[in-house]
């Protein structure tokens, strides 16, 4: 309350109220965070304290399918989850056996599920670890006896691998008891004496991984006997058979496995599977998007469903009503409009000059709408908030994707009418998550230096769904080995940038995918994002970085690395963003834990875990800790805690950390300070306890 509040108000206008201008006319509070009130309040109040309702995104964290580190054991086990191997493995692994093999693919060919099949097949799921695609082979090292795979070799890296450099890394690896696997574009150029080292990858039949698919699929429960005995003799159909003769790749016979699931399990039709594993070519997204070339209400709804897929219905109505006007404006005056139910009768036949010209003012109803695009309602089901969703879904499998990369890519200025009728619609959550991963599958097959460049207003932004939006498109770009660089470059251009909210971009994209997958590099980048000296640390661009270090700590390789950075924060000068920072996390994690209750994270540090999980950096942050004034007295509080608290004690063996703590007083004033009013409190509560 502030400075006022007890006087009563006597000064009253003419109905006997007082004037609010003079009541609060120098009475005024300014707050960072918190709650306040003035005057009195009456009755119920209710307080909403967390982002603003614009803001309520979705945090999913989504795994990497491509990582700079150890694979854990279950996504490898998950990759070679029905495994059939190619033609040319078995002359893989004896290329191998020189501890190093160049596998040359096509893409698309299931050469990176053969790379871990060898490797898996020599260390086991847990023994595999990625490098980076732009690693300079000639100059590493291995460190680990382990299996290493790098995916989507670089050109330039690929040209530097000549028979000298390749047998003096071949001796390396040899030495460290370790196989290295590397994926080539086959269109990438390698020195003609590289040969000894390469294979030519060959793809395995689809009906071989279809059928392993369905055996899977029954060893694991989804089918039973029965079910996986009729699946395969829909296998060896006619039907499939050519169907799967003109799709060669290894993907397309995974889509008929999960096609021939639907249909023993769900009754579907033969004739129904093949038309939507047929729907999501992109020749067929290119036949639709022709024949409603002229009707905005169909193409504004097929873009709202490739663009927001398993959104509920109200959020694809509302992205088609904000898409349809822009349509309408490219088809010039008649653009657009020809073809809308005005123009047709009841019946569908043309309207003559001498029929009634009844208008339509309701037009089709949605489920009409949904069937005249190939769509259809999902079943409703209860989501987070608790309210009924019913998503909406193309027929075909994979048809969105290739409908939305269609449209972005092959139709002039629409990727921009995208944009703008994703920036006009309300917010709602969960639409950040789906259109960042539909954006992000486009954008890894577009071309040009303005790739990145369109998702720079949405990085700019002030609102954080737009920005979770962003991370998530980068997330799913980064996937490609190839469009690697061109993301850390962008990601770097951010890092380094005055406006916050290019900088929190930044740290939500290292708060996923892009962070798990490099958590070497994600670092690097919050220490650029923080490399701000004079100015206050913002506390959005606060909860960004503490989002993405709590996704990093929810990986236990990642821990080491984090804290790490955490100590070298703590040493920054005071007044400098990193040392806010460190002040920050050393506080919550004293105090409560870090992130702090309520605040978005995926895990929480407290330092009870920091001393149990790691002791020797333990000490480093905690010395630190003291030996700050901002940081002190958190430090001391938690300390105590843990120590009177029996249990945290012994979980942390706080005795030894005691011990280890005072070695290092005298060189620490802090420490010294902390140990003489830790021996100063127990004394006092000695003497009490001997005088009672």
């Not at 803001?55 to 989504?62: F, K, Q």
Request: charged content about 20%.
């Amino acid at each position: 309350m502030s400075a006022g509040a007890d006087s009563a108000p006597n000064g009253s206008d003419g109905e006997g109220r007082s004037d609010p201008g003079d009541s609060y006319r120098d009475n005024q509070q300014r707050l960072d965070q918190g709650l306040a009130f003035m005057g009195r309040v009456g009755g119920d109040v209710n307080v909403i304290i967390g982002t603003p309702l614009d803001e309520d995104v979705a945090d999913n964290i989504l795994k990497p399918r491509l990582r700079e580190g150890p694979y854990p054991a279950d996504d490898v086990h998950d990759r070679l989850r029905g495994f059939v191997e190619p033609p040319t493995y078995a002359h893989c692994r004896k290329v191998l056996d020189s501890h190093i093999l160049l596998l040359r693919a096509h893409s698309g060919t299931g050469a990176s599920t053969a790379a871990f099949a060898l490797l898996e097949d020599r260390y086991g799921a847990d023994g595999i670890t990625g490098l980076d695609s732009s690693e300079d082979l000639s100059r590493w090292c291995p460190k680990e006896e382990r299996g290493y795979l790098l995916q989507g070799l670089s050109p330039v890296a690929a040209a530097s691998l000549s028979e000298v450099p390749l047998t003096a890394l071949a001796a390396r690896l040899r030495q460290a008891r370790a196989f290295l696997v590397v994926t080539v574009r086959a269109d990438t150029a390698l020195p003609n004496d590289a040969m000894p080292w390469q294979v030519l990858h060959s793809p395995p039949a689809p009906g071989e991984v279809a059928a392993k698919r369905l055996t899977a699929m029954s060893e694991s429960g989804e089918l039973t006997t029965a079910q996986k005995t009729d699946a395969l003799g829909h296998l060896a159909s006619a039907d499939f058979t050519n169907f799967l003769n003109g799709h060669l790749l290894p993907r397309d016979g995974v889509e008929v496995a999960k096609g021939l699931r639907d249909l023993v399990v769900t009754g579907k039709s033969a004739a129904a599977v093949l038309d939507e594993l047929k729907s999501g070519s992109l020749e067929e997204a290119r036949r639709a998007l022709a024949e409603s070339s002229h009707r905005a209400d169909r193409l504004s709804l097929m873009a709202a469903i490739a663009l927001l897929p398993g959104q509920d219905r109200t959020v694809i109505e509302e992205f088609s009503t904000a898409l349809r006007p822009h349509l309408d404006q490219r088809g010039g005056p008649t653009g657009g409009v020809a073809g809308h139910p005005e123009h047709t009768s009841a019946h569908g036949r043309p309207l003559t000059e001498e029929a009634p010209t009844r208008r339509d003012v309701l037009g089709p109803a949605f489920e009409d709408r949904l069937a005249a695009v190939g769509a259809h309602p999902l079943p409703l089901y209860f989501g987070a908030q608790r309210y009924p969703v019913q998503p909406i879904a193309f027929s075909g499998r994979h048809r969105s994707e290739a409908l939305l990369r269609c449209l972005w890519l092959d139709y002039e200025g629409m990727a921009g009418l995208l944009w703008s009728a994703l920036d006009e619609i309300p917010h709602r959550s969960g639409i950040e998550l789906a259109a960042g991963q539909e954006i992000g599958k486009v954008l890894a097959h577009a071309t040009g230096s303005g790739t990145l460049r369109q998702l720079h207003p949405f990085a700019a932004s002030d609102k954080r769904w737009r920005r979770r939006l962003v991370a998530y498109a980068l997330g799913e770009v980064v996937q490609h080995p190839a469009l690697t660089s061109a993301v850390r470059h962008q990601l770097r251009l951010w890092s380094q940038a005055g406006l916050v909210p290019l900088r929190c971009t930044v740290a939500e994209t290292c708060a996923g995918s892009y962070g798990l997958a490099r958590p070497a590099h994600a670092l690097k980048l919050l220490d650029t994002v923080l490399d701000k000296t004079g100015t206050p640390l913002e506390s959005n661009l606060r909860s960004a970085v503490s989002f993405a270090l709590s996704t990093l700590l929810s990986e236990d390789t990642n821990r080491a690395l984090v804290l790490d950075h955490v100590r070298e924060w703590q040493s920054a000068n005071s007044g400098t963003q990193r040392h806010a920072m460190a002040v920050h996390i050393v506080e919550s994690m004293s105090l409560t834990a870090f992130p702090l209750p309520g605040a978005l994270s995926v895990c929480r540090l407290r330092l009870v875990d920091l001393l149990t999980g790691h002791p020797e950096r333990a000490l480093g942050i905690v010395i630190a800790a003291l030996n700050d004034p901002a940081t002190h007295e958190a430090m001391a509080s938690g300390l105590s805690s843990v120590e009177n608290e029996p249990g945290l004690s012994h979980q942390a063996d706080f005795p030894r950390f005691l011990t280890a703590l005072s070695s290092a007083a005298r060189d620490h004033r802090g420490v010294l300070r902390f140990i003489l009013r830790r021996h100063r409190v127990r004394a006092a509560s000695s003497t009490q306890g001997f005088a009672s």
